[in-house]
């Protein structure tokens, strides 16, 4: 056997051991009648999704066109009389060191019509309340859509525009799986820079919709904006860096 013939068998040795790990496997393609499958599949989520988050967009605007009255009746924000009960603060924590971080949630328990419930607000309403207070909520459809405690307001997004921004997330998802299957269907690519980066778009991609539909102020749009552009440019460096480093394991 001469030495070609000899490189030749130890590259394709080589190769077949790189073939036959876990990275082998994740470097197969989906056979194409899955691929269809899966885009399928995928289109038909994206349609469902797009009809729901037009329905939550419709039942928002009519939630924000609504005008106030003393009690919710059909197309209107109520107010209810309630009083404070109690209030207690929660602090959750996370890691470990220098790289420790706490988060601390306000919550105020409030009777009234309604009943008693708790309700996570800011640190504006809580520190404002004391057991025994006036507090006003702003009701829509069920759902506390505002609160004031001795001059301290707080408003929550209704539950429609919290089930568009969920919607909006999925239609997103569900169009990156459809690019996937029919484009490249490998399965490595799932874990890959660009997919990687598809799936942390999801945040402002929900964002500068919202803004899009509901307006914003300019110092949103300027986050949101340096937030995507931040998300891209390290989608495009972690690509490259892959990049070399496929070339580095071929040439080995």
């Known amino acids: 056997m001469g030495i070609r013939e000899m490189e030749a068998r130890a590259r394709e040795d080589l190769q077949g051991k790189r073939n036959s790990g876990p990275k082998g496997w994740l470097a197969r393609r989906l056979p194409v009648w899955l691929r269809v499958l899966v885009v399928v599949a ?9 009809q729901w988050t ?24 109520g ?23 706490c988060t601390t949630k306000y919550k105020l328990r409030i009777n009234g019509v309604r ?20 507090a006003e909520l702003r009701t829509w459809q069920g759902a506390v859509v505002g609160i004031t405690v001795r001059g301290h307001t707080q408003t929550f997004p209704p539950p ?9 997330s999925a239609l997103w998802l569900l169009l990156g799986l459809a690019l996937w299957a029919g484009l490249s269907g490998l399965l490595d690519a799932l874990v890959q ?17 919202d803004g899009a539909l509901f307006g914003a102020g300019a110092g949103k749009w300027l986050v949101m904006v340096a937030l995507a552009l931040g998300l891209v440019g390290g989608v495009i460096g972690a690509h490259r860096q892959e990049r070399r480093k496929k070339r580095r394991w071929q040439a080995a």
């Open 160 to 168: 429609s525009e919290d089930s568009m921004w969920t919607r909006t």
């Open 115 to 134: 009943g008693t419930e708790w309700l996570e607000v800011g640190n504006g309403p809580y520190d404002a309340a004391v057991r025994g207070s006036r």
């Open 54 to 77: 037009v329905e939550a967009y419709r039942e928002t605007v009519v939630y924000r066109q609504a005008a106030d009255c003393p009690a919710a009746t059909g197309s209107c924000i």
């Open 42 to 50: 995928a289109g038909a989520g994206i349609v469902v999704s797009a």
């Open 79 to 101: 107010r209810e009389e309630t009083r404070v009960v109690d209030k207690t603060e929660i602090q959750g924590c996370s890691g470990t060191g220098s790289n420790r971080s």
């Open 193 to 209: 820079a660009w997919s990687l980066g598809w799936v942390f778009l999801t945040v402002p991609v929900v964002f500068l919709v």
